[in-house]
């Protein structure tokens, strides 16, 4: 043969494997600083390798335009590919009309530019099944996009997946415009006795009115949960025991509860993705990355109506008796437009969250910036966090929480109900007493918020080992400590617009070194509380102790020290 046809042939082959293989890989640079700098010992996160077959899904009688359902073309192209061993399933440009997509192992789904993919808003096409919500085992309605138990699974190119959500969501008044309530009234669903809540059917209120943080306690077999499955709202992407999966570059919005949800999954990357909710969605959260080992997200960006990014591993007892702790996560290059959290941990921690890294992330009119959330009957051990490198603006309550009195509320509606959260009882500590430590924050700003750091442990279980570097903050409040032992501030720079800026309550074995406010400002620091232990302040801007450092009578003699 000529050898100049030989060599055409070599390269055409190549460009077709390039083309048709599924597997987008980062330059090895790229990925190496991905790595960079990591507080922990991280695995390298292993990606799904997809054969090089592929079909479209217009080859089994997809029609576009949004008018016909897809539904069979989706899974008799998935069923293609898959007797072939896997490959890639290419969504062309167009509308996409569907309902659930089942995946299988050494499938990739492609969305080509352009190609928009909605689920159906009819409920009839999600049959109720046995999974986890809230950290809880129940029974949900199936979700749009789901995989159980499988193994190199890929959801690629730059198309769009719509949930359809505004078909399965409630909605509160005090969200909306007085023109947008009444066009959703006037659509249909039915109203709360009190006008304040839209429902989109009766069978959805009444399931409601059962349901403890959205999921129905009292319920317990399938067939009770199918009478309220309106109510039963599921997250867009369910990804159940799988390994070695991938989401690069699509746009998810729109969903009927939380966006993506890997659930007890080995080796998940996801990067290059956009995931958008209505500002008012309810449980409209970014990513729950729960009970997951060896994970990376990064640059991806969320604008939603719950927590963005939010790391979670089970709830109460369902999670403490699951035992898999979320473990071995990097989030990196990351922005949060709108959410209650930007970064978020818990309030379902009770299998516990360890080895955790943060860092070259910028939250926007989040709720919350860094948000850590629990309480008692959780238990579980939240470890070993790093976070660095963080930019925040426009935070209408706390830059930084720690909150172990959660409450199911948002940190916005919590300020509205006119509630600190604390409760001073102290209780004996057991297996449901959750605790947060050896957690390692620095180089933050944050251009307004309400309160800079709040910090609040529990008086049987306080925060332990909490260190802040380097943390730049303009906000009403500075910082507020309830709690906590062994903390450690050093170079705090807090321009607040109201006094103390430092209130420290029923904290020990706390030092601050390095405090710049505002001058003229009485008192700077405040000290109070009869468990208040060892507190030392170093170059705090304190040169006259009797008007800049107030100190609780009832805190025991000489463990609140200043030095120069």
């Known amino acids: 043969m000529n050898p100049f046809k030989i060599i055409f042939a070599l390269l055409a082959a190549a460009v077709f494997f390039s083309c048709t293989n599924a597997q987008p890989k980062l330059q090895t640079s790229q990925a190496d600083d991905l790595y960079k700098g990591i507080e922990f010992d991280m695995p390298r996160v292993q990606e799904p390798v997809i054969p090089a077959n592929s079909v479209s899904i217009t080859d089994f009688g997809a029609q576009s335009g949004g008018q016909l359902h897809c539904t069979q073309a989706f ?27 089942t995946l299988k192992s050494n499938i990739e789904l492609y969305t080509e530019t352009g190609a928009v993919v909605i689920f159906s808003a009819n ?29 190199n699974i890929a959801l690629t190119g730059s198309g769009i997946f719509d949930g359809s959500g505004e078909a399965w969501r409630a909605v509160k008044k005090e969200k909306l415009t007085e023109s947008q309530w009444k066009k959703l009234v006037a659509s249909g669903g039915l109203v709360s006795e009190n006008g304040k809540i839209w429902y989109p059917s009766e069978q959805f209120m009444k399931g409601e009115k059962n349901a403890e943080m959205n999921v129905p306690s009292s319920l317990k077999t399938k067939a009770e949960f199918e009478q309220v499955r309106d109510f039963l709202r599921p997250v867009m992407v369910s990804l159940i025991s799988c390994k070695k999966v991938l989401i690069d570059g699509p746009t998810f919005q729109n969903s009927p509860a939380w966006n993506i949800h890997p659930l007890m999954c080995e080796d998940f990357t996801m990067r290059n993705t956009t995931v958008r909710n209505p500002w008012f969605s309810q ?5 729950d990355i729960e009970s997951c080992k060896n994970s990376i997200i990064h640059d991806c960006s969320f604008d939603v109506g719950d927590d963005a990014i939010c790391i979670k591993s089970g709830k109460d007892k369902d999670g403490r008796d699951r035992n898999m702790p979320n473990e071995n996560l990097i989030v990196k290059n990351c922005i949060v437009y709108h959410g209650h959290g930007g970064v978020t941990v818990g309030s379902e921690m009770s299998s516990g969250v360890k080895n955790l890294h943060v860092s070259n992330c910028t939250f926007i009119g989040t709720d919350v910036g860094l948000r850590f959330k629990s309480n008692r009957g959780r238990g579980g051990v939240v470890e070993n966090i790093y976070i660095s490198d963080i930019e925040m603006m426009n935070i209408p309550t706390q830059a930084i929480s720690f909150n172990l009195y959660y409450s199911g509320r948002s940190a916005s509606e919590d300020l509205e109900a006119g509630e600190d959260g604390k409760v001073p009882a102290l209780l004996p500590v057991t297996e449901e007493t959750p605790q947060f430590k050896n957690v390692f924050i620095r180089d933050v700003n944050c251009k307004g918020a309400m309160t800079g750091i709040f910090l609040q442990g529990l008086p049987e279980m306080k925060l332990e080992n909490i260190e802040l570097t380097n943390i730049q903050i303009e906000s009403d409040y500075g910082l507020v400590c309830i709690d906590a032992d062994q903390v450690k501030i050093k170079n705090l720079n807090v321009k607040t617009k109201h006094t103390p800026v430092v209130d420290l309550q029923n904290s020990a074995n706390v030092s601050v070194d390095g405090l710049i406010t505002k001058e003229g400002q009485y008192p700077i620091i405040k000290v109070s509380g009869s468990q208040t232990g060892a507190t030392t302040f170093i170059n705090a801007g304190i040169t006259n102790p009797e008007t800049q450092l107030v100190v609780g009578k009832e805190v025991p003699q000489n463990v609140v020290e200043l030095g120069k």
């Open 75 to 101: 899974a008799d192209a998935i069923e293609a590919v898959s007797a072939k061993g896997g490959g890639r399933v290419i969504i062309p440009r167009g509308i996409w009309l569907t309902g659930p997509i």
């Open 123 to 151: 409920k009839d096409l999600y049959p109720v099944v046995e999974t986890s919500f809230e950290g809880l085992n129940t029974f949900r309605c199936t979700s749009p996009i789901n995989g159980r138990n499988l193994e």
């Open 283 to 287: 449980n409209g959260d970014g990513i």
